[in-house]
């Protein structure tokens, strides 16, 4: 089965520097992949996805890549603000469905 | 746009009992819904993907007689917890997809539901 795998360790970070994410998948490559963001006690809040054909995509201070030959997507917030502090999840696309990470904390240090 | 909300935000139940949770697409409308259940610090799990009109289509280990799903209309999809127990405990949250925003995987989540079974 696929395995979805994000750092469980938070990241801390100071304001200003460029948060960057990982997401690492074990088996198949996905048609598309998505980053959502998450604040506690609430539901996810969509932010970009990226087909498989395609490299990278940027929205504002967000960029994802994504490479099928290592199975992994990398997720950057530069310019990084306290108000970016929450977890980021990762999901793939799983015929039609979607299967998430554990998520990834981030801080954003003032 | 693209707003989903559920009801109610939190619910405290004694053991035994039936709790429905209500998923709308607000200005929307969603052919299809998720269910998602989540534990602290675990990632969401799916439970069931709702059809409108149609039987829901239940993840493996997810018991159909347990939760119940009904997508009545196009705005609307409830979900039944029948018989709470304490192992039951989570946060519920639903997704639903808009066909004619944006990018038809795009999944929007409603604020999820905190459930409490004492």
């Not at chain 2, 746009?1 to 039936?18: E, F, N, Y």
Request: glycine content about 6%; aromatic content about 10%.
């Amino acid at each position: 089965s696929q395995k979805i795998e994000q750092n469980s360790e938070a990241l801390n970070i100071q304001e200003g520097k460029t948060a960057t994410l990982t997401c690492n998948y074990t088996n198949y490559s996905p048609a598309y992949l998505q980053w959502y963001r998450q604040d506690p006690g609430r539901g996810p809040v969509f932010l970009l996805l990226i087909r498989e054909n395609e490299k990278e995509k940027r929205k504002e201070r967000l960029k994802v890549t994504f490479d099928t030959t290592l199975k992994q997507s990398l997720f950057h917030i530069t310019a990084s603000q306290p108000a970016d502090s929450a977890t980021y999840l990762c999901a793939l696309d799983m015929n039609n469905r979607l299967a998430f990470g554990k998520g990834n904390q981030v801080v954003v240090i003032p | 746009g693209a707003v989903v909300s559920q009801h109610p935000s939190w619910v405290i139940c004694k053991s035994g009992t039936s709790v429905k949770i209500e998923c709308r697409s607000l200005d929307f409308q969603a052919t299809t819904m998720f269910w998602y259940r989540q534990f602290p610090k675990q990632s969401l799990m799916l439970m069931a993907t709702s059809n409108e009109g149609s039987k829901a289509t239940y993840e493996q280990g997810v018991e159909k007689d347990k939760f119940l799903i009904n997508h009545a209309s196009l705005t609307l999809s409830t979900l039944t917890v029948t018989s709470a127990h304490p192992e039951d405990s989570s946060f519920y949250i639903c997704s639903a997809r808009d066909l004619n925003r944006g990018h038809q995987e795009t999944q929007y989540f409603g604020p999820g539901t905190r459930l409490l079974v004492l």
